[in-house]
């Protein structure tokens, strides 16, 4: 059974830092490509970022280009997100999503529960 956990949400100043951790389990972590994507209240799904599966091709969207980095450990199962410069439009519900190829060009199948992320002071 494919499980995707997160971990690493919370409650942040503006211009803080987080890191998110996506724990997978349950398929060959290293032959898929994974992503972030998130969910502000009261908003859509915004796709976030992208890696392949072996950790060397990455894409962000515009709005944390610059400021988020993802990251994966395929020694660990684990995908991660390093959040700098957060503003209060980065509150929201954090999600890890597994593609069903190497490559972030194709279709997210799996999704974790997500994890909140709060920008206040």
């Known amino acids: 059974e494919v499980q995707l956990v997160e971990s690493g949400g919370g409650l942040v100043q503006p211009g803080g830092s987080l890191r998110l951790s996506c724990a997978a389990s349950g398929f060959t972590f290293n032959n898929y490509a994974m992503s972030w994507v998130r969910q502000a209240p009261g908003k859509g799904l915004e796709w976030l970022s992208g890696i392949n599966s072996g950790g060397s091709s990455t894409s962000y969207a515009d709005s944390v280009k610059g400021r988020f980095t993802i990251s994966r450990?395929?020694?660990k199962n684990t995908l991660y997100l390093q959040m700098n410069s957060l503003?209060?439009?980065?509150?929201a519900v954090?999600?890890?999503a597994k593609y069903n190829r190497d490559y972030y060009a194709y279709a997210m199948d799996y999704w974790g529960k997500g994890t909140l992320v709060t920008v206040s002071s």
């Open 73 to 75: 450990d395929n020694a």
């Open 87 to 91: 503003k209060p439009e980065d509150s």
């Open 94 to 96: 954090y999600y890890c």
